[in-house]
């Protein structure tokens, strides 16, 4: 399975200033490469080669480099074709789909570069690495990861990593090709996760991973964002500035935490995880404004995401079920009604009485729609031996 391992480069501050303005250099030449492929009508990337390497070259990129900087803008135009086709940036004639289709991309001065291993070679042991700048090799520029990151670089590491920086630190970001766990595929039943705003997910073991601590955090940033911007000054800008990102950074340490905890307690118990199918929900969904904010601040995709990735890493099943009625019918009786919730954290059947937490029901009923759906996946179609 393919995955990434993030490292952070410790580099002097000569090599720093080498490598910013390395990728200053690169993704300048990228938005021109970007602006000959808009005006020929996007070809295909050994046609663009012919039309800008020389000038690549010219500019001081090595070979390596700048093949990839053509294929960095390639694949950009193939991404950008896709999400149109996909519907992701508005119908035809909407203003974001043509703002995207009339003018070429545009690579920010600090967006990744790809290094391959001509480029960028590890020295593991020592904790350095030896990379490609428009000002020659940069050799023993020191890295900082986790024992468990280093493992993984030196059993998994296959093919590019990407040069980027962020808030001023520079990372690289490296592919690794991690083994599978053979899929289980006699599960002991499912275990159901409904995912929710209060409760950000819920077991059909009826453990709740509650969603109070990050909505609290997500209303103190909102606030602190609102002051500052109301205050206008260059000292809020500044902190405006240096908390970007903090949120998400903060929602998706709690995610990966629910997940890890969601798929170790699946494989512990040789059970599969069954999760909703909510794509599309916010575009079906009508609110309220002032609870706008929290339904598209809801990270359910995310911890989908990571849910699958750590599934697919344990050899644990995953199955995606349709959410319709979960919330109002009856795990123990199958009744249906909307009045079997009398509040949001209530479920109260009219037809057998049974009363339990709405999400702890709702959990149950994914449960056994996942091991429906995974039962009739499995099937044989072929007649048995007369």
């Given at each position: ?10 580099p002097t501050?000569?090599?720093a ?5 390395t990728?200053?250099t ?5 938005c ?9 009508g996007?070809p295909r990337e050994?046609e663009?080669r012919k039309h ?5 070259k ?9 093949q990839?900087?053509?294929k ?5 135009y193939t991404a950008l074709t ?6 992701n940036?508005?119908?035809p004639?909407?203003k974001?789909?043509v ?5 070429p991309?545009i690579?920010?001065?600090?967006a ?8 960028l070679?590890w020295?593991l042991?020592a904790r350095?690495v030896s990379?490609?700048?428009t000002?020659?090799?940069l ?5 900082a990861?986790s024992p468990d990151?280093?493992?993984t670089l030196?059993?998994?590491r296959?093919g ?7 808030d001023g630190?520079?990372?690289?970001i490296?592919?690794?090709d991690v083994?599978?766990k053979?899929?289980?595929e ?11 705003i ?9 453990t709740?991973h509650?969603?109070r601590g ?6 103190r940033q909102?606030?602190?964002?609102r002051?500052?911007q109301?205050?206008g ?6 902190l ?8 998400a950074r903060?929602a998706?340490?709690v995610?990966h935490?629910i997940?890890k905890?969601?798929?170790t307690?699946?494989e ?7 999760l909703?199918?909510l794509?599309?929900i916010?575009d079906?969904v009508?609110?309220?404004k002032?609870q706008?904010?929290s ?7 995310q911890l989908?995401r990571y849910?699958?990735y ?7 099943p ?5 959410p319709a ?22 479920f109260?059947c009219?037809?057998?009485a049974?009363?339990?937490?709405a999400?702890?029901?709702?959990a149950?009923?994914i449960a056994r729609?996942?091991e429906?759906a995974?039962t ?6 072929v007649?048995?031996?007369?």
């Open positions: 399975m393919k995955t990434v391992t993030q490292v952070k480069l410790l501050p000569d090599q200033s080498a490598l910013e303005r990728l200053r690169v993704n300048e030449a990228a021109w490469v970007s602006g000959i492929a808009f005006e020929r996007v050994y663009l800008t390497y020389a000038e690549l010219a500019r001081g990129l090595g070979a390596q480099t700048a990839h900087v053509i960095k803008v390639r694949d950009a896709v999400n149109i086709r996909a519907g940036l508005g119908k004639g909407s974001r789909r703002k995207a289709e009339s003018k991309i690579f920010r001065p600090q990744a570069q790809p290094y391959d291993d001509r480029c070679s020295q042991d350095t990379i490609w700048t000002a020659g090799r050799k023993g520029v020191r890295f990861c990151a280093l493992k030196r059993d998994c296959r590019e990593s990407d040069l980027i920086r962020r630190v520079f990372y690289l490296a592919t690794c083994p599978e053979p899929l289980n006699n599960a002991a039943g499912f275990l159901g996760v409904d995912l929710g209060v409760n950000i997910a819920t077991t059909s073991d009826g709740r509650a969603g990050l909505n609290r955090h997500r209303k909102l606030d602190l964002r002051k500052l109301a205050k000054t260059k000292s809020a800008k500044r405006l500035k240096k908390r970007a990102r903090k949120e903060y998706a340490d995610n935490r997940s905890t969601i798929v307690t699946a512990r118990t040789g059970r599969g995880v069954a909703e199918d794509s599309g916010r079906r009508r609110l309220r002032d706008r904010t339904l598209h601040s809801w990270g359910f995709h989908g849910i699958a750590k599934a697919k890493r344990a050899g644990v995953l199955v995606y079920v349709d009625y979960t919330s109002r019918q009856c795990c123990e009786c199958g009744h249906i009604d909307r009045k079997n919730r009398p509040k949001q954290s209530e109260a009219r037809a057998c049974v009363m339990m937490h999400d702890h029901n709702g149950r009923n729609k996942g429906a995974w009739a996946g499995r099937q044989s179609c007649p048995e031996p007369a």
